[in-house]
T-cell receptor, first 115, second 115 residues
Framework: KNQVEQSPQSLIILEGKNCTLQ??????????LRWYKQDTGRGPVSLTI?????NTKSNGRYTATLDADTKQSSLHITASQLSDSASYIC??????????????FGAGTTVTVRA | DTAVSQTPKYLVTQMGNDKSIKCEQN?????MYWYKQDSKKFLKIMFS???????INETVPNRFSPKSPDKAHLNLHINSLELGDSAVYFC??????????????FGPGTRLTVL
């Protein structure tokens, strides 16, 4: 079972509407969590990165939240635009012995924004 | 343009062949990575190099061999290609040694198709 689960797998929203994507993880011990946006045929682009002490972080119309106690994160897209159509990937980092880290990737949520 | 670049963008080859994918970054970053993204859009880290030294080597067949001639380049050589190697391969880079936290910048990807 993947240590990072994202939901929904895909969603369709109308331009101008808001939506929220979920990321639940079991990765431990937690180091940080990041959200990436991946346009079709392109490499992922970082949207936000949050450590244990951060509850929320914004990047323009994207707002990520983190509840490290319940091991949940969400990405909220406000006033969606056609350019928001992409796959959104949640990545969680766990800290191992010394400076060893391990990244765990979610399968992504595909967002389609329709006019 | 400052960026992470990969060549080729598309690679179609026969099973059993040997091929290489090149990656270069001109961002001055110390750490570079190779990721594999399968048909289900799952990103998996394969290798990471920091200042030409291997720091991450996930469970990857030894047919895959990364080569870092200098810290701006990380090439991926694949021997005896198999059908299951078909995927999109992304190169990425990040600043500093704390690769787990620093933002990663991804290349455009190389779509490898093994026939």
């Amino acid at each position: 079972k993947n240590q990072v689960e994202q939901s929904p797998q895909s969603l369709i929203i109308l331009e101008g509407k808001n939506c929220t994507l979920q990321c639940n993880y079991t990765v431990s011990p937690f180091s940080n969590l990041r959200w990436y946006k991946q346009d079709t045929g392109r490499g992922p682009v970082s949207l936000t990165i949050m450590t244990f002490s951060e509850n929320t972080k914004s990047n323009g119309r994207y707002t990520a939240t983190l509840d490290a106690d319940t091991k949940q994160s969400s990405l909220h897209i406000t006033a969606s635009q056609l350019s928001d159509s992409a796959s959104y990937i949640c990545v969680v980092s766990a800290r191992g012995p010394g400076d060893d880290y391990k990244l765990s990737f979610g399968a992504g949520t595909t967002v389609t924004v329709r006019a | 343009d400052t960026a992470v670049s990969q060549t080729p963008k598309y690679l179609v080859t026969q099973m059993g062949n040997d091929k290489s994918i090149k990656c270069e970054q001109n961002l001055g970053h110390d750490t570079m990575y190779w990721y594999k993204q399968d048909s289900k859009k799952f990103l998996k880290i394969m290798f990471s190099y920091n200042n030409k030294e291997l720091i991450i080597n996930e469970t990857v067949p030894n047919r895959f061999s990364p080569k870092s001639p200098d810290k701006a380049h990380l090439n991926l050589h694949i021997n005896s290609l198999e059908l299951g190697d078909s995927a999109v391969y992304f190169c990425a880079s990040s600043a500093g040694e704390k690769w787990s936290y620093n933002e990663q910048f991804f290349g455009p990807g190389t779509r490898l198709t093994v026939l």
